[in-house]
């Protein structure tokens, strides 16, 4: 599985980047707009980060306007990626980008089975699943993702699943399990993926014994 880290926070990227596990970054336009920075710089200098997809929003409510902020945002990096509302206005656009323009796009704000199979139908390069706000009206978000994928299976879609908004190991585990093609978490669960309270108090107890060892 692939891991993408779902931030604008540069210092952030750079951390997660260094670990040599980091394959790609979402933004979205509240992560963008909490840098306080022009979207055009911040987006540069991620991308030259992470050589991995970068993905960067187009929020237009019409096929032609997304088109259009997707040929202005992907001109900033050959990296970037761009997302597509799950609206029919955004599946019009999107075999567009992908065909004529040869731009990657991903489909995001999909909370359904149904939605994730027409995004896929629609060509999307990566379809984006949220888990955390399906959970949050009581939807069982691992079900979503298991039906994706199935999907995805059953009708040989070259789309990859993206399982995003997780917000705790639970959802990751669920991605994983599903087998999921990608999963975008925020910083702190990516780092906390590491930790674990017995790795801790067994390395704590291999150093105590090692000190005791004759030099």
């Not at 951390?15 to 911040?42: C, F, M, Q």
């Not at 997707?70 to 761009?82: F, G, I, R």
């Not at 705790?168 to 590491?194: C, K, W, Y």
Request: charge should be neutral.
């Amino acid at each position: 599985m692939k891991i993408f880290l779902d931030t604008s926070d540069v210092e952030a990227i750079r951390r997660a980047y260094d670990t040599g596990l980091l394959d790609g970054v979402t933004t979205n336009p509240s992560h963008l707009a909490k840098t306080g920075r022009k979207i055009e710089t911040v987006v540069k200098e991620i991308c030259a980060i992470v050589p991995g997809p970068v993905s960067v929003e187009a929020v237009a409510d019409t096929a032609k306007g997304l088109v259009k902020e997707a040929l202005k945002v992907a001109a900033l990096a050959p990296n970037v990626v761009v997302k597509i509302p799950m609206t029919p206005e955004g599946l019009k656009a999107v075999p567009v980008l992908e065909k004529e323009y040869n731009i990657r796009t991903n489909v995001t704000m999909i909370f359904s089975s149904t939605q994730c199979f027409l995004a896929m139908k629609a060509g999307a390069t990566f379809v984006s699943i949220v888990l955390s706000r399906l959970d949050a009206v009581a939807n069982e978000s691992e079900i979503l993702v298991a039906d994706a994928m199935t999907i995805k299976e059953n009708y040989g879609f070259t789309s990859e699943v993206l399982a995003g908004s997780l917000k705790t190991q639970n959802h990751v585990l669920s991605a994983l399990r599903f087998g999921a093609d990608i999963m975008t978490i925020p910083e702190f669960l990516f780092f906390q993926m590491f930790n674990h309270p017995l790795t801790d108090a067994g390395l704590a107890t291999f150093a105590k014994d090692w000190a005791k060892v004759p030099k």
